[in-house]
């Protein structure tokens, strides 16, 4: 559960820099791109009403979206090229999923059963990759299914692979301009990740299509290296991301090999549960800090109690980000989102998995999990260099912002619970493995005493999916994330139960300066 929140003295910020006056957030529009790139992880969604429309597949409002974030929303390029490759294979009554390698094929295919087929289309250009997907007779159920499990796993085709596709075909006149990065684009990723895990070697450092592929990967390697050793139970500690619950509910065993811990705070309860099952726990899976509600660990105890019992450890920092936190002498793998502040451009979608070189079995994780893990796709890659680089820079202007934020609605009468990785509850344990007392990421998250949606439909603020980018951006995340619990009195109690209030806003703080964004929160609370 939720640590009350401890009477604290208002903390004295120093005084904002002084910045001219203008108008930094003007009105999105309806399911336009954040930020406007036709590879842009999020879309605008300024109303509640829309956020519902959202949810509920409405046309009124799934019509004015020209794209969504790529797990969830699939891309209008990958739609026109399934279309087209279903034509030419002669499949134009069938439904088409284009997935990011053969071997994701595959894997969809065996979860759809049959009759879903693998199709594969050959190069359209001279040394070109292969186009591959699934296809099945038209089913509402298949169809969500097919979803589901890509989004859950990461397994879509890259929207610049389908670009590219497209182009090569003929049916776009031309590829979007965009910076690249000029040299060996791997290796520069590498080379910048390596500064956020000292000690990780060139190999260590294994690229993803996305973060959730990442997670994915990562689990089912550690996963299968535990079964060999007859240990089958995976902890799930604190609310985590949606689709890290879905990998860890549909991917261990069945009953009795899932456990939720709900209160990354009670260390009373994991070692209960290691006294009596410690022999057959696989891992522990843990964010640090959770999503959403930014609770911090006692990570090198925790790293301690499964070290002492053989359980593997696997830590997810995306929501502070990998450069603010020092997990990796903690964890057997590291597992982020690079989606999130190493492309804080917000127009691609990567991942990394981390092998904890010192780790003892790292030299198997380090094999299977590079076997499993979906690539990057070469202009993703290419992207995601010429944008790393920039992260300090950017972490710099979200960590003097975010603060000053916090500081106002934790002092504003309308607001009721604010949550970052400084609330009192988990303080010490974030500065345990911060990299330095400012590393703060940019995330806060907070619920409000008066009506969500008031709030909500006049805040000038970006509204859409994700974090991490230069771009300011809130949401609704429990409605996003989790509409099926928000929308029934059994999803509520299960939301209560782990200390989350269905209202609660998540707020990723941008560049922009910080007197404008609380401006904007100012306006919309009163």
Known sequence: ??????CQPRRRLATLPAFPRMSVFEPLPLGQRIPASLHAVSCSLPTMADVRGY???DPAVTRHLTSGYPRFVVHPFLARLARHLAERQGLADRTVWLTSSLAMADELAERLGPPATVISAPPSTLGGPEVHGVAHPPSAERAGLARTFLQNVGGFLSSR???????????????????SFAGDALAEVRRQLRTAF??????????ASCGMNAVYAAFRAAAELQASRGRTIWVQLGWLY?????????????PGQYVYLRDVFDRAALERLFAEQGGRIAGILAEVPTNPLIQTPDVPA????????GALLVLDPSIAGAANVELLPHADVVVSSLTKYSASEGDLMAGVAVINPAAPDAAFLRRRIAERLEPVYPRDLSRLAAQIGQTPEVLARMHASLPHVVAFLEQHPGVKEVFWALHPASRENYRQVARAPDAVGGIVSFTLRGPLEKFYDRLRLPKGPSFGMKTTLICPFIYLA????????AGRAELAASGIDPELLRLSVGVEPAEEIIAALRDALA
């Open 1 to 6: 559960m939720t640590r009350p929140r401890t």
């Open 55 to 57: 949810e509920e597949k």
């Open 161 to 179: 692979a389908a670009e590219d596709e497209l182009a090569a075909r003929g049916l776009l006149e031309a590829v979007q301009p965009e910076a």
């Open 198 to 207: 000292p000690g990780a070697g060139e190999c260590d450092v294994l690229p």
């Open 242 to 254: 949606l689709d890290t619950i879905a990998i860890l509910r549909k991917f261990t065993g069945g």
């Open 302 to 309: 925790l790293a301690a109690l499964a070290r002492r019992h």
């Open 482 to 489: 989790h509409y099926d619990l928000v929308t029934t009195p």
